[in-house]
């Protein structure tokens, strides 16, 4: 599959537990966005990183959030002591360059924090 | 504060009329701006995009009209297609700055 890859597709996890969601990005693609969607809104900026760097995470929600790229390529977004207001689908999107152009997005990863 | 407004949650028309999605923003520092499509259990995918420096950009039976001075946008989609519904979100941002803003969504549904 050429397109970017989001897992799990689905999580269900109590509140107050450790979750990590991946994300591969489309091969070549050197920016990388995460995005959370709640029902009825558009997708919210989280973070994007440029290669290994996070360039941009002022969409962060508080320091329980964190997400790394090690090599450049795959990521994980990580979320500490859930709460139940984190239930979201979590968008991972990838692009050839930054600049605000087109993003291609995953199918996402449905959270669900009892 | 939102920046991106899509102030009709859903939009119904027949099939072979006109959809006509609306989108205001208030940061005059965007100049870049995207209409994405979702079905239900999928990604957003482009459609279409439009830079500041144009006022129309034409795809096929899309088109994107920006109006800078109202700070609004709107795609056109003519004919509808039953095949067109889904929700439909206006994006915008600063070129080289990474990060798109996104409105709330419009659902169309396309009646046959």
């Known amino acids: 599959g050429a397109g970017v890859s989001q897992t799990p597709s689905n999580k269900v996890t109590e509140k107050g537990k450790y979750v990590e969601l991946r994300c591969d990005p489309i091969?070549?693609?050197?920016?990388l966005y995460w995005y959370r969607q709640s029902l009825g809104q558009g997708p919210e900026f989280l973070i994007y990183?440029?290669?290994?760097?996070?360039?941009?995470d002022s969409g962060l929600p508080n320091d329980r959030f964190f997400a790394v790229r090690p090599e450049g390529s795959v990521s994980t977004l990580k979320i500490q002591r859930t709460e139940r207001g984190d239930s979201a689908v979590y968008l991972c999107?990838?692009?050839?360059?930054?600049?605000?152009?087109?993003?291609?997005f995953g199918e996402g990863s449905r959270l669900t924090v009892l | 504060d939102q920046q991106v407004k899509q102030n009709s949650p859903s939009l119904s028309v027949q099939e072979g009329r006109i959809s006509i999605l609306n989108c205001d923003y208030t940061n005059s520092m965007f100049d870049y701006f995207l209409w994405y499509k979702k079905y239900p259990a999928e990604g957003p995918t482009f459609l279409i995009s439009?830079?500041?420096?144009?006022d129309k950009n034409e795809d096929g039976r899309f088109t994107v009209f920006l109006n800078k001075s109202a700070k609004h946008l709107s795609l056109h989609i003519v004919p509808s297609q039953p095949g067109d519904s889904a929700v439909y979100f206006c994006a915008a941002s600063r070129r080289n700055a990474g990060k798109s803003t996104f409105g709330d969504g419009t659902t169309l549904t396309v009646k046959p």
């Open positions: 999107a990838s692009s050839l360059a930054t600049g605000g152009g087109e993003l291609f």
């Open positions: 091969s070549g693609h050197t920016a």
């Open positions: 990183f440029q290669g290994t760097g996070a360039a941009d």
């Open positions: 439009i830079s500041s420096i144009k």
